[in-house]
């Protein structure tokens, strides 16, 4: 059980891109979703967390990315705008059943129990 990860590629700077993340083999409706990335040489980053309530993003991507999510299609989000070099990075979503309302703190920690393998977004003209 993991999920699987779409729509990276290659973009210009300004641009936008959206990442889908579909889960194989499992359902969303009871999971929160979290969304990380690492660039080359540097630490594993978190993006933002969803329970199906509410959404916690990083500071270094607060109002440029915005997740959502298609439970019925076991499909969540990453909308991407105004990316630039630095958000060059792989890019992963991970999840845990939504266990108490805490789960996201653990997320954000990158504690889960699903993960996926990846697509990599390259920002660069």
């Known amino acids: 059980l993991q999920f699987v990860e779409f729509g990276g590629g290659l973009v210009q700077p300004g641009g936008s891109l959206r990442l889908a993340c579909v889960a194989a083999?499992?359902?969303?409706?009871?999971?929160?979703i979290g969304w990380f990335r690492q660039a080359p040489g540097k630490e594993r980053e978190a993006l933002s967390c969803n329970d199906n309530e509410s959404t916690t993003y990083g500071d270094s991507v607060k109002g440029r990315f915005t997740v959502s999510r298609d439970n019925d299609k076991h499909t969540a989000y990453l909308e991407m705008s105004s990316l630039t070099p630095e958000d060059t990075a792989v890019y992963y979503c991970i999840g845990s059943v939504k266990y108490s309302r805490y789960v996201c703190e653990d997320i954000l920690r990158g504690e889960a129990d699903y993960w996926g393998k990846g697509t990599l977004v390259t920002v660069s003209s």
């Open positions: 083999g499992f359902t969303l409706d009871d999971k929160a």
